[in-house]
């Protein structure tokens, strides 16, 4: 079975060959961690890292451009970004709509160009999913991340934003629809390439609750959740989308805004919660903790947390895929056992 089918059987329930794991290492850990040891690492769990040859000399990623140490980015919606690490995504430090005033003659970038986060080259993706499809390979695309809450946050910012909400600000409506109608032809363009499977990423939660109250996202966000996610679900497009934090209060809201396969974090919305609320109806792409057990528990603690999570969420008929986002700070023998542990389960069901 290949890779695109054993995704798309376990985001259907048709019984996948193995759960899907990813391990994604961050652009920073190539500056925090001795590099030959994580090379090493790599190459010795291949399931993980399949075709993996360790490259000889020193690795140097390209950072994204909104994180580069001392260099802030302007996005094309104005946004300044700036960021402590190379390779840690930055936050935004200048709002261009900071005040209302300045709204006046405000205009979208240009999608023909821009995701709204970066330069996009749309001759570029129409060719790498034309190698992909050519290949049997699955094709995934999908929205930036942050695409309608946090660029709203990031274009008033947050408390500014709240307060519109709460006040209901006569021009909210406005921006709403202007970061709408963007991301729509966003959407449009990629469904015409016909993805597999496509992504709304938004974080939408705090260490506890959501960043807004459910009352807010139902009547400012979630509408254009449903008219951003119903091109994809018409033409029979998987919807994923991921949302970090405690999104508890929300999950009802966006399983009926149209997602299909729900990418959150385990701990702070809790396994046993997850696995009531979804095992079994709704895939989960589920986001293993970079908290507590990771960082701070033991390799012991790691395999039985994996384990865990794939006997109450898991089926044999699918329906659960797992993924790790590994930032520095991780100690290496932690490394290993996530790397061992994701390799150990993922045929867990076979």
């Known amino acids: 079975m290949t890779r695109r089918d054993n995704i798309l059987r376990a985001a259907r329930f048709e019984r996948p060959e193995s759960i899907p794991m990813t391990f994604h290492v961050n652009a920073a850990c190539w500056h925090h961690y001795d590099q030959e040891a994580l090379k090493e690492l790599l190459e010795a ?8 040859r360790r490259p000889a000399g020193k690795v140097t990623p390209e950072y994204a451009l909104n994180a580069r140490a001392g260099r802030p980015y ?17 936050s935004v430090h200048t709002h261009p709509l900071a005040e209302w005033s300045a709204f006046d003659g405000y205009a979208a970038p240009d999608p023909a160009v821009t995701d709204g986060t970066f330069p996009l ?32 946050q990031d274009l008033r910012g947050y408390e500014s934003l709240v307060y519109d909400m709460c006040d209901g600000h006569p021009d909210l409506p406005r921006l709403i629809g202007l970061v709408e109608r963007f991301n729509l032809s966003i959407v449009e363009r990629w469904m015409a390439l016909e993805p597999d499977i496509f992504s709304y990423p938004e974080d ?23 008219r951003l996610m119903r091109p994809a679900r018409e033409r029979g497009c998987i919807v994923e989308m991921h949302a970090d934090g405690d999104v508890r209060t929300l999950a009802a809201d966006l399983v009926e805004a149209g997602v299909q396969v729900v990418n959150l974090q385990d701990l702070v919305n809790g396994v046993d919660w997850i696995a009531a609320t979804f095992a079994g109806k709704v895939c989960v792409h589920l986001d293993l903790d970079r908290q507590s057990v990771t960082p701070f528990g033991t390799p012991a603690d790691i395999d ?40 150990r389960y993922m045929g867990y069901y076979s």
């Not at 302007?74 to 930055?90: F, Y």
């Not at 506890?208 to 254009?224: A, D, E, N, T, W």
Request: hydrophobic residues 40%; contains cysteine.
């Open 45 to 52: 769990h291949p399931r993980l890292f399949p075709g993996y």
């Open 304 to 343: 039985a947390l994996v384990r865990d999570e794939v006997e109450k969420i898991g089926s044999r008929e699918g329906g659960l895929m797992m993924i790790y986002g590994l930032y520095p700070g991780v100690p290496l023998a932690n490394v290993k056992a996530v790397m061992d542990a994701m390799e």
């Open 204 to 226: 939408l939660g705090m260490q506890v609750g959501p960043m807004l109250s459910p009352q807010h996202f139902r009547h400012f966000i979630k509408p254009s959740y449903e």
């Open 74 to 90: 302007t996005d094309p919606w104005g946004c300044v970004w700036e960021t402590a690490d190379d390779g840690i995504t930055g």
């Open 121 to 152: 080259d749309w001759a570029g993706v129409e060719a790498d999913v034309a190698r992909a499809r050519q290949q049997g390979e699955l094709v995934w695309g999908g929205l930036p991340h942050g695409h309608t809450f946090l660029r709203l």
